[in-house]
């Protein structure tokens, strides 16, 4: 970002100089000028490129921090976020705690979101992307027999980071949050559905993530689309043949045998 760009309110007029600056570096990187966890320029050369002075660019950064937008590292710079901004996550927030939309609601719109999702990724996916792909493959990997409680959370905290990393892949930061939103909406739900629904699902779950990465591997657009589908579809296929089989003597969240039951991590 070694040039002028056209930014977004230049020319609102009566705001504060830092106002306007907060939301043109918030437009900026939205509109994927700055990708989550990426450095912004330095400060000299990113208040020549917006023509503010550092004052008030160092206000902005401020305000910027404190909504959750960029960390601020001592002696390394300032960073885009990736975790959701406090002032972005108060009506998620309040979704999260009503419990608002059911569960067959958001496996649609992350199967359609996913497909896009691994369609950007599989472009030009770095070597520590799948590095760190395969290392949730791994851990995923060791907990999939679900036994107990511990490997049930360790395995979706392990299914979880995969999607995640794939949204972070893509470089959208709207896409990184709302993927990270969709994550919690299905952990509330899978809490309830986990303890309903026993059967013997992350196994299959497993082999469709690993069919996930070799696409991404080879760098095959076909069969990135075609295993997320797949993926997707196989919890959709779980989620309509459990709805019909639930077990009273179940319901507490474990089998008779003490071991834990499982739901989809997706």
Same mark, same amino acid.
């Given at each position: 970002?070694?040039?002028?760009?056209?930014?977004?309110?230049?020319?609102?007029?009566?705001?504060?100089?830092?106002?306007?600056?907060? &939301?043109?570096? #918030?437009?900026?990187?939205? !509109?994927?000028? @700055? +990708?989550?966890?990426? /450095?912004?320029?330095?400060?000299?050369?990113?208040?020549?490129?917006?023509?503010?002075?550092?004052?008030?660019?160092?206000?902005?950064?401020?305000?910027?921090?404190?909504?959750?937008?960029?960390?601020?590292?001592?002696?390394?710079?300032?960073?885009?976020?990736?975790?959701?901004?406090?002032?972005?996550?108060?009506?998620?927030?309040?979704?999260?705690?009503?419990?608002?939309?059911?569960?067959?609601?958001?496996?649609?719109?992350?199967?359609?979101?996913?497909?896009?999702?691994?369609?950007?990724?599989?472009?030009?996916?770095?070597?520590?992307?799948?590095?760190?792909?395969?290392?949730?493959?791994?851990?995923? &990997?060791?907990? #999939?027999?679900?036994?107990? !409680?511990?490997? @049930? +959370?360790?395995?979706? /905290?392990?299914?979880?980071?995969?999607?995640?990393?794939?949204?972070?892949?893509?470089?959208?930061?709207?896409?990184?949050?709302?993927?990270?939103?969709?994550?919690?909406?299905?952990?509330?739900?899978?809490?309830?559905?986990?303890?309903?629904?026993?059967?013997?699902?992350?196994?299959?779950?497993?082999?469709?993530?690993?069919?996930?990465?070799?696409?991404?591997?080879?760098?095959?657009?076909?069969?990135?689309?075609?295993?997320?589908?797949?993926?997707?579809?196989?919890?959709?296929?779980?989620?309509?043949?459990?709805?019909?089989?639930?077990?009273?003597?179940?319901?507490?969240?474990?089998?008779?045998?003490?071991?834990?039951?499982?739901?989809?991590?997706?």
């Amino acid at each position: 970002m070694s040039k002028r760009v056209d930014l977004p309110g230049r020319k609102n007029i009566g705001m504060r100089r830092s106002d306007e600056t907060f &939301r043109q570096i #918030v437009a900026l990187i939205f !509109e994927g000028h @700055f +990708s989550p966890g990426s /450095a912004l320029p330095p400060e000299r050369e990113l208040a020549e490129t917006l023509s503010i002075s550092r004052p008030t660019l160092r206000e902005a950064l401020n305000r910027l921090e404190a909504k959750g937008y960029l960390e601020r590292r001592s002696k390394s710079g300032n960073y885009v976020c990736t975790a959701i901004p406090t002032s972005v996550r108060e009506p998620i927030d309040e979704v999260l705690e009503k419990n608002l939309l059911p569960l067959t609601d958001i496996i649609d719109v992350r199967k359609i979101l996913e497909v896009w999702a691994v369609e950007k990724a599989v472009l030009s996916p770095s070597e520590d992307e799948l590095h760190n792909l395969a290392l949730c493959l791994q851990a995923m &990997r060791s907990d #999939v027999s679900c036994q107990t !409680e511990e490997q @049930f +959370s360790r395995y979706r /905290a392990a299914d979880q980071r995969f999607h995640q990393i794939l949204a972070e892949m893509t470089g959208n930061l709207l896409y990184v949050h709302l993927a990270h939103f969709l994550t919690e909406l299905v952990s509330r739900s899978i809490q309830v559905s986990r303890r309903i629904f026993p059967g013997d699902y992350p196994g299959s779950n497993l082999k469709r993530h690993e069919g996930i990465l070799e696409a991404l591997r080879g760098r095959d657009i076909d069969k990135a689309r075609a295993a997320m589908l797949d993926h997707f579809q196989q919890v959709e296929r779980y989620l309509s043949s459990r709805r019909t089989q639930r077990p009273p003597a179940r319901r507490a969240g474990v089998r008779r045998n003490g071991k834990a039951s499982d739901a989809p991590p997706a």
